[in-house]
């Protein structure tokens, strides 16, 4: 089996009175961590939790994105430098502490 690179997933857990601003983290946080990983960063998505596994649950996750990149170390040259920064950033967004996975990818898009 071939793999297809790496995922990094950063999930902000769904906690009763926290903050997300959904549009920030969209239209400013995410540009900002491409514009500094560059070409290491293939591309990302960012996904908004809408609902749990059972009817009237509430999601797991309140948002996520997920970062692909071809390999662990190119994640790892690509945003340690930037790291301080990206993060930095993150109370711009939220009050939530993110959960970090990366995971590698062994079946991607077609």
Same mark, same amino acid.
């Given at each position: $089996? ?6 990094? /997933?950063? $999930?902000?857990?769904?906690? *009763? ?10 239209? /400013? ?10 070409? +290491? ?5 960012? #996904? ?6 059972? %009817? ?6 309140? +948002? ?8 662990? *170390? /190119? ?5 340690? %430098?930037? *790291? ?10 939220? #009050? ?6 990366? /995971? ?5 898009? %077609?």
């Amino acid at each position: $089996m071939t793999t297809t690179g790496i995922k990094v /997933s950063v $999930m902000y857990p769904n906690k *009763a009175g926290a903050r997300f601003d959904h549009e920030y983290y969209k239209n /400013s946080h995410m540009p900002l961590v491409k514009s500094k990983m560059g070409d +290491a960063l293939k591309y990302y998505t960012v #996904d908004r939790g809408l609902a749990g596994g059972t %009817p009237g649950e509430a999601p797991t996750y309140v +948002a996520m994105c997920h970062l692909f990149c071809d390999s662990v *170390a /190119s994640f790892q040259a690509a945003f340690g %430098p930037h *790291a301080q920064t990206i993060l930095a950033d993150i109370p711009n967004y939220t #009050d939530l502490q993110p959960v970090l996975q990366i /995971s590698e990818v062994v079946v991607g898009k %077609p």
